[in-house]
């Protein structure tokens, strides 16, 4: 649909754009992005026909540019620009009304009832309908915005060229926009070529990017092979981390700051004396947010949080909603739940085992309540009927260094290697199946770092932090189970 070839070209003498070909198909949502100064809206403007290029081509359904009449080149494109303003006094429909311009027939400019249709449903799908009659100098920076998308939409084009659309508006306008946009080159082809500075936005949305970087394309491609860390940290000259979104599979940038980088190497490290016991919990207060990865019952995955909650319910314990119902512990309780990590257990918290493993630079807290009541053979799981009985091995691992993701998993995968071998070493029976059990049925674990010190990029067995965590939980679970034991058969 849109064809740009070998363009060159700026503002006096000096060329701005070089050598610039790219295409964009009907129906696409096209992301233009680049730092400041790399030639955007010169390019936007271009497309659109406000500034002439030197160099090379654009051409729309195959026919150039300079072959349109400023009418007809209105009909197919429409144009919401970066810092819309207006001199005149008008009203909000008056406004959206001028993008009819280019639809109407005849010296005397006709006002149909088709031009009146088309104002009212655009003013209604970007929410300025109820304000029609206000004077758009006495609409906040956001509203003003919706009303030239309403007017850019009244002109019903074919393709819909946007500076930085959601410059002004909020977080719902902005979702609310990108979505409509999604939406029309979905259902109706329309084709939207806009600039972004929000890299994540641009992710979420935009079908394909192009990146600017100096007046000439970097890359044009997907947003997953345009959002690379390495590029974007090179392009943009700043440092950024690249994340997956927690929903959808697209690209999410965040930005490392400053203030973080240059942190001091904390001398705090998680440790015993941090713990605080009694019969109805255990709690862990850090002076600091920790970076975690759990399977408790709140917190749960991947994030950050501060207090950590083991708590003691009865064997009898039985609610429709139990996250619910934590959640709400927890909150009676004094604890924020969304900075808390939290587990339950029928476990008498009198018999936990904890204890601080330490190297020369990093050191590891390892916190284990178990009762083997419910073991079960991982490898017989199907033997079982489906029942989650609150007898159960809950596992904390603080680590007192920087880990990477894969370290992460793989402190994961030791734990459970070590606890697997403590079932082993302890005889523990899985009830239904009499073979050795490698856990229980409910067993829950948190990874929790301070991200701060020596950084930890593996957790195998063999590597430094695989070789304390093995030991810890080892030791750790073994006693845990002892006491377990000791207490069931009244020693
Ligand atoms: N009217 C103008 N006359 C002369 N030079 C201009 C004019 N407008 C922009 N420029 C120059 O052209 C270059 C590219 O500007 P452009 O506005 O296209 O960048 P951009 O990528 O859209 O930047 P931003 O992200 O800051 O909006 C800049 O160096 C700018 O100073």
Redesign the pocket.
């Known amino acids: 649909m849109l064809h740009v070839k070998h363009l060159s070209g ?3 003498g000096e060329s ?1 754009l070089k050598d610039i070909s790219f295409e964009v198909e009907k129906g696409e949502l096209f992301g233009i992005l ?10 936007l403007k271009m497309i659109s026909g406000i500034l002439a290029y030197k160099h090379g081509s654009i051409s729309i359904n195959s026919k150039t540019l300079s072959e349109y009449t400023p009418k007809e080149l209105a009909k197919i494109v429409a144009v919401l620009p ?1 810092h819309s303003s207006q001199a005149f006094s008008y009203t909000v429909k008056e406004t959206v009304s001028l993008g009819r311009y280019a639809h109407q027939k005849g010296w005397f400019q006709t006002w149909s009832d088709e031009d009146e249709n088309t104002v009212q449903r655009v003013m209604a799908q970007t929410g300025v309908a109820e304000f029609q009659d206000k004077n758009i100098q006495e609409l906040s920076g956001g509203e003003r915005q919706r009303v030239y998308l309403a007017q850019a939409l009244a002109q019903e084009p074919e393709i819909l060229l946007l500076d930085e659309p959601t410059n002004h508006l909020d977080l719902s306008y902005q979702k609310e926009l990108l979505d409509l946009l999604k939406k029309w080159t979905k259902e109706r082809g329309l084709t939207v070529i806009s ?1 972004f ?1 929000d890299l994540n936005l641009a992710g979420l949305y935009c079908d394909r990017l192009l990146l ?1 970087e100096r007046g000439t394309i970097n890359i044009n491609h997907t947003p997953n092979e345009v959002l690379k860390e390495e590029r974007i940290n090179k392009v943009y000259d700043t440092e950024i981390e690249k994340q997956p979104h927690p929903k959808v599979p697209a690209p999410q940038m965040v930005l490392m700051p400053e203030w973080q980088k240059h942190a001091e190497v904390s001398s705090i490290s998680i440790n015993p004396e941090l713990l605080e016991f009694s019969d109805e919990k255990i709690v862990l207060q850090s002076p600091i947010p920790l970076r975690t990865m759990s399977s408790g019952v709140v917190g749960s995955g991947t994030g950050w949080h501060q207090t950590f909650v083991n708590r003691h319910v009865g064997m009898d314990y039985n609610c429709s909603d139990h996250r619910v119902e934590m959640v709400e512990y927890l909150r009676n309780h004094g604890f924020e739940p969304s900075e808390t990590v939290g587990m339950m257990t029928a476990v008498m918290l009198a018999d936990v085992s904890y204890k601080l493993y330490k190297e020369d630079d990093f050191s590891v807290m390892v916190v284990v309540t178990a009762g083997v009541g419910n073991a079960i053979d991982a490898s017989k799981g199907g033997m079982h009927a489906f029942s989650l009985k609150p007898g159960t091995i809950n596992t904390w691992l603080f680590v007192n260094g920087q880990l990477t993701e894969e370290a992460f998993i793989q402190s994961i995968m030791t734990a459970t290697e070590a606890k697997v071998k403590v079932m082993q070493d302890q005889q523990v029976l899985d009830s239904v199946t009499k073979t050795i059990a490698t856990g229980t049925s409910t067993d829950s674990i948190l990874i929790a770092s301070t991200q701060k010190g020596r950084l930890l990029d593996y957790a195998g067995p063999i590597t430094a932090l695989g070789q304390l965590i093995g030991k810890g939980i080892y030791e750790c679970t073994t006693e845990a189970i002892v006491k377990y034991r000791k207490r069931k058969q009244g020693l």
């Not at 680049?34 to 390019?43: D, H, I, R, V």
Request: proline share 6%; hydrophobic share 20%.
């Open positions: 700026g503002y006096t701005i680049g730092p400041n100064g790399s030639g955007k809206t010169t390019l970066q600039i500075h600017l």
